[in-house]
């Protein structure tokens, strides 16, 4: 056991009995390791629980535990597997206090927004097992004689890679698709962020999910992923995570002709046309750069905004901005909880620095408060230029980025100039400027008028380096099956 594990006792302070013993779950038991790495809850620093990493020797009896549960579930009706992930949601949903008080201080995120967190994973895991039951093939018509299928089939066993921004919701959409098609998923979530993985699995285990289905491990990313992925049996690799491990985990795959589901960074552009309200839309936009305290892979970051409204948009913005309430995630008061880990805060600050020295003029935050926590205020940057860092990569937190345009085409210009295209919005009372945002902004989600970037029912994912296939919806689920071709010749005498 590592030193900081060591000093848990003395650190933890009275969030003891409320956070989880962190376990491994494989060949559907419970278990630990020999290592362990700790849990810290960003608003008071204190560790709050280990997290064990898993050994090679572990690993391998999970792959085989996979094999064994891949057997059983693929056979399972898919009524059947419906109503055990059915009951899983339920049971989530009954827990719900109890998961978001975990996620809420393991996170830093702020109690309402845990809770929303945990309503959305459930969304995805009812729609998937709904889903699961209409994995319809069809029939093409031959020559007389000759009958053709075609059948979707689960694609076997898969690897599932999550990363620590929603703890729940990320691994929930994996485990919906995964197994409402049939497939055993072995899944590695966030040493950062586990409980809501572990919560996750937990309801399906005492919802009566066969052992071997669903494998949670923690560990060592690159150990895991190299093990996981060359391994013969693992035949699907899903990741959301950052544009860097996710193209090496793709070429890592491609060595073994392994398909993928990358969901990648992306560095949302907004464009906010001269013909809406600018104070309703501000308001609108400050919302949804609250969320997660903008550690969102569509948060809503470049604000282009038309220079007839952009004084007024510039101004409402900041002054919500500046009445926002920061604390801690367990107060009912607080807005903006604290930032993931240090790195996220010292990389704001970077950003802030490097955007106002190249000439951004700053309106709101930008200061780093004086008290324990990973906390940063919601920060506003008007008149950024394009060459600033944070116009060229992703803040992946409060950061928002203000700058004026004149004409739609140079915002569009500016919108798709990046390697990035996840998520794009936009803010319009014409038709014929939505359909033209609509026809050439590059992204693999846009929308208009409003801040969703994605529902259960809804294709999710990224074009450019924002990543390859797509989760959620009939196209998410349809990942995890292979087509199969079946003719069959009738008027055929085998005697």
């Known amino acids: 056991m590592n030193t900081a594990a060591q000093k848990l006792d003395s650190r933890v302070a009275d969030q003891t009995g409320t956070y989880p013993e962190l376990k491994l779950l494989i060949a559907g038991a419970w278990t630990t390791s020999a290592e362990t790495q700790p849990v810290v809850n960003p608003s008071t620093e204190a560790v709050i629980g280990c997290v064990p990493q898993a050994s090679k020797e572990q690993i391998g009896k999970a792959i085989e535990a996979a094999q064994s549960g891949l057997l059983i579930w693929r056979s399972t009706a898919p009524a059947k597997r419906a109503q055990i992930i059915l009951r899983a949601a339920q049971i989530i949903r009954e827990r719900t206090e109890r998961i978001a008080h975990a996620i809420s201080i393991e996170h830093g995120k702020p109690l309402a927004q845990a809770r929303a967190e945990i309503s959305r994973a459930c969304e995805f895991l009812e729609w998937d097992a709904n889903e699961g039951r209409r994995m319809y093939g069809r029939i093409i018509p031959l020559d007389s004689g000759m009958r053709c299928s075609v059948v979707r089939q689960p694609v076997g066993i898969v690897a599932g890679f999550t990363p620590w921004n929603f703890p729940i919701s990320i691994p929930a959409r994996k485990v919906g698709g995964a197994l409402a098609a049939g497939c055993a998923l072995i899944l590695k979530a966030s040493e950062e962020t586990p409980a809501g993985a572990l919560l996750l699995v937990e309801a399906f285990v005492d919802a009566g999910l066969p052992a071997g289905v669903l494998t949670l491990l923690f560990g060592r990313p690159a150990e895991i992923s190299e093990q996981l992925i060359s391994h013969p049996s693992v035949r699907f690799i899903t990741f959301t995570g950052s544009i860097p491990v996710g193209k090496h985990l793709s070429e890592l795959a491609g060595r073994y002709m392994k398909p993928v589901t990358m969901e990648l960074g992306g560095h949302a552009p907004v464009i906010v046309c001269h013909d809406v309200e600018p104070k309703k839309v501000a308001a609108i936009a400050l919302a949804g ?97 394009d060459n600033a860092i944070a116009m060229q990569e992703e803040p992946f937190g409060p950061l928002a980025l203000l700058t004026p345009f004149s004409e739609l085409d140079d915002a569009i210009r500016r919108a798709n100039a990046l390697p990035y295209g996840l998520a794009a919005y936009a803010f319009t009372s014409s038709a014929r400027q939505a359909g ?45 099956t292979v087509v199969k ?9 085998c005697r």
């Not at 901005?321 to 600050?349: C, F, K, M, Y």
């Not at 050439?440 to 801040?451: D, S, T």
């Open 289 to 385: 750069k609250l969320r997660n305290a903008g550690q969102v892979c569509v948060s809503p970051t470049r604000f282009f905004v038309h220079q007839d409204i952009y004084p007024s948009f510039a101004q409402e913005f900041t002054q919500l901005a500046e009445r926002i309430t920061i604390g801690d995630s367990l107060d009912p008061a607080t807005q903006l909880g604290p930032l993931a880990n240090e790195r996220r805060v010292e990389a704001i600050d970077s950003l802030v620095s490097d955007a106002v020295n190249r000439g951004g003029r700053l309106l709101c935050g930008g200061v780093r408060p004086n008290r324990p926590g990973f906390f940063y205020p919601l920060t506003a940057i008007g008149e950024v230029p």
């Open 485 to 493: 071709n079946v003719s069959h010749l009738v008027q055929f005498d």
């Open 436 to 480: 033209k945002i609509s026809d050439e902004i590059e992204c693999g989600n846009l929308a208009i008028n409003h801040m969703t970037a994605s529902t259960a029912e809804t294709p999710f994912g990224g074009v450019k380096d924002s990543g390859l296939g797509r989760e959620g919806g009939v196209e998410g689920l349809e990942t995890y």
